[in-house]
């Protein structure tokens, strides 16, 4: 997809609450969605992914969700821990073109 | 098994030199892809190669930017002529095949330009 917007630019939380963040895509055929966990001075890791033909994904604490009637997605980051503090990312790729197009990243502080 | 690696870890250059930056993916993997990130932003691609297809340029910036990828392994980024504005670190990552694989990324270099 060409564009992808991602909300919050940063979200703090409490050690052990949910952390959620969204992202937008704007092209319908857009079938994949990963999101990437990048921590200070490391490279980004693949996290979770999820497909288009897949409404929900769970991972542990971690969850995707997809729209894509409202073409949109979110990452649900349940018990948080100091660990989960990075920047993440998430990105989308249209079918028969993979490059990934990346939202602009949430940088996640979870309080001890 | 070894990731994807990269080099130079950082590299300063003065406004106006070439630049070459490489990257060795993982071995096997026929995709190889180049991003650049610009300070507190997110991933902007730049090319991608596919086996012995022709490579996808679409995000270059501009034509100073050019890259190779020899027998379907290394792969090195150009840029000539640098400017401030390129500033940023470069990520290469690669996968298995193209298509809706997990991408691995290098640890990047990271490109001051003076």
């Known amino acids: 997809g060409e564009n992808v917007e991602q909300h919050p630019s940063t979200l703090s939380v409490q050690e052990g609450d949910s952390a959620v963040i969204k992202c937008t895509y704007s092209d319908s055929a857009s079938n994949y969605f990963p999101w990437y966990k990048q921590e200070l001075g490391k490279r980004p890791q693949l996290i979770i992914d999820i497909r288009s033909n897949v409404g929900e994904k769970k991972d542990q604490r971690i969850a995707v969700t997809l729209n894509k009637t409202a073409k949109h997605f979110s990452l649900h980051i349940t018990e948080t821990q100091p660990e989960d503090s990075a920047v993440y990312f998430c990105a989308d790729e249209r079918s028969n073109d993979y490059k990934l197009s990346f939202g602009a990243g949430t940088t996640v502080t979870v309080r001890a | 098994g070894a990731g994807v690696s990269q080099s130079p870890s950082n590299k300063v250059t003065e406004k106006g030199k070439d630049v070459e930056l490489r990257c060795d993916p993982i071995s096997g993997h026929t995709a190889l892809y180049w991003y650049r990130q610009s300070l507190g932003q997110g991933l902007e691609f730049l090319i991608y190669f596919q086996g012995n297809s022709a490579p996808d340029k679409s995000g270059l910036p501009s034509d100073r930017f050019s890259a190779e990828r020899t027998g379907g392994s290394v792969s090195t980024l150009t840029i000539q002529r640098t400017q401030q504005e390129d500033s940023a670190v470069y990520l290469c990552?690669?996968?298995?095949?193209?298509?809706?694989?997990?991408?691995?990324f290098g640890p990047g270099t990271r490109l001051t330009v003076t």
């Open positions: 990552a690669s996968s298995p095949e193209w298509g809706t694989y997990e991408q691995y």
